[in-house]
């Protein structure tokens, strides 16, 4: 089954230091990947995606992540945090639901919670 | 207004009660999505509607029925749900066949089943 991992539940990093967010793939073929954020009682916001091309993706907020073939890996990161980047954070790749439709769907890990502390 | 409006942001009902969650996108897309969305576990997809495909997870309890009267109006009907139903419902869209976009969210509607 094509998928994404993020192995860390949770995150902690001082303000002002660099930070990341590890999310490794298994996908056949070329994965489009996707990076979302969810603030408390929100819905998920969309911050960057790699579907070809550079390696590194910037997105919103000052956010990069880097796709590594090799490691089967997209990690998020930002080189200096700020308290207000602490939220939910989704790494997701986008899969063929059924072999014979076209409807596509984005698969989700399980989410890791950063905080940022002053 | 635009994106994805999702209405009752909130809802408490009992186990016999029947309600029904509101999605509408305002963006032209042509896909609508129900993720649920429980503690501690991954975002679920419930169901998709997508290029006048609806796919079903086949996980779902058909106390969950989902409409899509047209590409931008979406419902979740509920009726006779359990506790553990209680979680974040939510809607997304996309244009489809769209591999270089993503989806919006709304910011859901937290369910509580009493």
């Known amino acids: 089954a094509q998928s994404v991992a993020q192995p860390e539940d949770q995150v902690n990093v001082a303000e002002g230091n660099p930070l990341t967010v590890k999310c490794t793939y298994s996908?056949?073929?070329?994965?489009?990947l996707f990076w979302y954020v969810q603030y408390p009682n929100r819905g998920l916001q969309f911050l960057l995606k790699?579907?070809?091309?550079?390696?590194l993706v910037k997105g919103s907020y000052g956010f990069e992540a880097e796709f590594n073939k090799s490691q089967t890996s997209f990690h998020l990161k930002k080189p200096s945090a700020l308290v207000s980047d602490s939220a939910l954070y989704f790494c997701a790749v986008r899969v063929r639901i059924t072999t014979s439709g076209s409807a596509r769907q984005l698969t989700f890990g399980s989410g890791t919670q950063l905080t940022v502390l002053p | 207004e635009t994106g994805v409006t999702q209405t009752p942001r909130h809802l408490v009902m009992g186990m016999t009660n029947k309600k029904s969650l509101k999605c509408e996108q305002h963006l032209g897309h042509n896909a609508m999505y129900w993720y649920k969305q429980s503690a501690k576990k991954p975002l679920e997809l419930m169901f998709v509607?997508?290029?006048?495909?609806?796919?079903e997870n086949n996980s779902v309890p058909s106390r969950f029925s989902p409409e899509c009267p047209n590409s931008s109006h979406l419902f979740l009907h509920l009726h006779t749900l359990q506790p553990e139903d209680s979680a974040l419902y939510l809607c997304?869209?996309?244009?489809?066949?769209?591999?270089?976009?993503?989806?919006?969210f709304g910011s859901g509607t937290r369910l509580t089943v009493v």
């Open positions: 997304a869209s996309s244009q489809e066949p769209g591999e270089n976009y993503g989806y919006t």
């Open positions: 996908v056949s073929g070329n994965p489009y």
């Open positions: 790699y579907i070809t091309g550079d390696n």
């Open positions: 509607y997508s290029l006048e495909e609806r796919v």
